[in-house]
């Protein structure tokens, strides 16, 4: 099969690229180092990879994706790091569940839903989830009398990943993992999970580190000084070209998350609106009704949540087809 | 079955805010006025609904949308209000399928994909699809000369509908009509279909009103002076809450379309930061781990999208189940 008889828009992953940031990233952070967050491919297809990369613990953030994670035989170390309350949905899975814990009420429901292991959740700064660093030392206490095993604390530098200058990512790293190692020895146990993308090579703190954007990327991510590239674009067709200089494919709002702003385009193309179906966009390189452009994500996790499938591709073949199939709650 | 027991997060419908929203559109725009657009909800279930409210002829965004109404025996006459190129997967469809076109290629593509009827789609502003007006007629002529059916024009007055000052929107709309309407004498045919829910009861010179966002509504269109009701929800579970008075629910940049900037919240509650599973809010009333909070979603189509079933509520009772099953392309 090749590109242009796929139905746009589509998902498209270049195979050259993922291979160099799967291999960039298992020489940098071997095997356990790096725990991969599935939540930003959301396909099982594209975690064998990197558990072919020697990457066998994941990191969930839904418990769908836990549940697919398990059934497609990934279920070996799996870390939902996040809070839950219905961990009952938990309790059957063929797989090593760990979840997150921040609070009474969650170490409570992780309790009734026979859940055996937990992280203690700090926060180290991004206003979200978390306790008090103070606090993770009491609530492993509590846990433990809950008969809950807690392998550790994990913590989350979300504000800081994505800061483009890579000083002031180092500084407010080494503060915020100052909290979590700090909160960690209160807790105990052998894990410190924290770390993304934009501080996979800073956070040396963390005994592993949670990144997921390095597979495919984004071009947010794009913008930092980081050693992967993009590998995730929406192949797109020229369905209208105006006499007024513009012109339009039918990519659009539901194709792409858009909290990051505007896509951006190759062959020189400028996104002026994205609408429901389209992006009127001014070409770089002239264009004609049925050209297939090429428009790059500014955010991977939100829109690949779009789509049904990626399709992998070299050059201007469909080498495979990956179900994104651990969408959904 | 009571909202409590649903998976979080979970799109709800109320009950009675969309009884009210197709029976106040149903009174202005009877039958065939209003040919309710289905990529606002893209669900077969509540298009079958309008078409029980009177609305037998609808719009569609994409070919999988057309696909779908058809399979539900949805097809009397559905109208592609977008230009497409493989029209060859419109062709075997048990339904009345007309195509918008607005150039030579996408007409030939529809002569070749064996389309019966075509609109030609006219630019009246807003810079996306749609030929020039003074092109339609020669478009017109050259359609017939390829044995498509040219039932009339089209056009979407789409940087108009979502101003808040009524009388602007009126201004600009007659504007907008005039081109059309112009154009219309050029091509011929019984159809100018135009317009939009903020524009619906301003329009008066389209002969169908292509509304879509009426039905389930959302806060954009909420800030305009509409007859409409807010019935689409985001029902979202706390999980954490901080001792540095915030909160967290479980949804985030994954089940809210963005482009239109944050939510709203239910409850006096403000929303701080958005994340991909997470939404930080500021509680009105105070909230506890594993309260139920409804979000606003701030644009209804990319919402809608990204979910695999809406819940019709009424009170605290779940009455029906509607599948999202015109996703995808």
Request: net charge negative; proline share 4%; with cysteine.
């Amino acid at each position: 099969v090749k590109i242009a008889e796929l139905t746009t828009p589509a998902l498209l992953v270049d195979a050259d690229a993922i291979d160099h940031n799967l291999g960039t990233m298992s020489a940098a952070l071997p095997a356990g180092r790096l725990r991969p967050h599935v939540k930003a491919h959301k396909s099982t297809a594209l975690a064998r990879r990197q558990a072919g990369a020697g990457h066998r613990a994941f990191t969930c953030a839904t418990i769908r994706e836990v549940e697919g994670m398990a059934a497609a035989g990934l279920g070996e170390d799996l870390l939902l790091a996040n809070e839950v309350i219905d961990c009952g949905r938990l309790s059957g899975l063929d797989a090593r569940v760990t979840v997150a814990v921040d609070s009474e009420a969650t170490i409570e429901a992780a309790a009734r839903g026979h859940i055996k292991e937990v992280l203690i959740d700090v926060n180290i700064g991004l206003p979200r989830c978390g306790c008090a660093p103070e606090q993770a030392g009491r609530l492993a206490d509590l846990a433990r009398r809950k008969r809950l095993e807690v392998r550790g604390v994990m913590g989350y530098e979300g504000h800081v990943v994505g800061l483009e200058d890579r000083g002031l990512r180092q500084e407010l790293t080494e503060q915020c993992m100052g909290l979590l190692v700090g909160a960690h020895e209160d807790v105990g146990g052998e894990v410190i999970s924290a770390g993304g993308t934009g501080t996979f090579d800073i956070n040396t703190q963390a005994s592993e580190i949670q990144a997921g954007s390095y597979a495919l990327m984004d071009s947010a991510y794009a913008r930092l000084d980081l050693p992967f590239r993009q590998a995730l674009t929406v192949l797109s067709a020229v369905i209208s070209v105006s006499g007024s200089g513009y012109a339009v494919c039918n990519a659009g709002l539901k194709s792409l998350g858009m909290d990051h702003g505007n896509p951006g385009m190759d062959g020189g193309h400028s996104v002026y609106l994205v609408s429901d179906e389209h992006i009127t966009f001014g070409p770089g390189d002239p264009v004609e009704v049925g050209d297939l452009v090429r428009v790059l994500p500014a955010h991977v996790d939100p829109t690949v949540a779009y789509h049904e499938r990626m399709y992998l591709v070299q050059g201007e073949d469909v080498l495979d087809e990956w179900p994104v199939d651990l969408r959904g709650w």
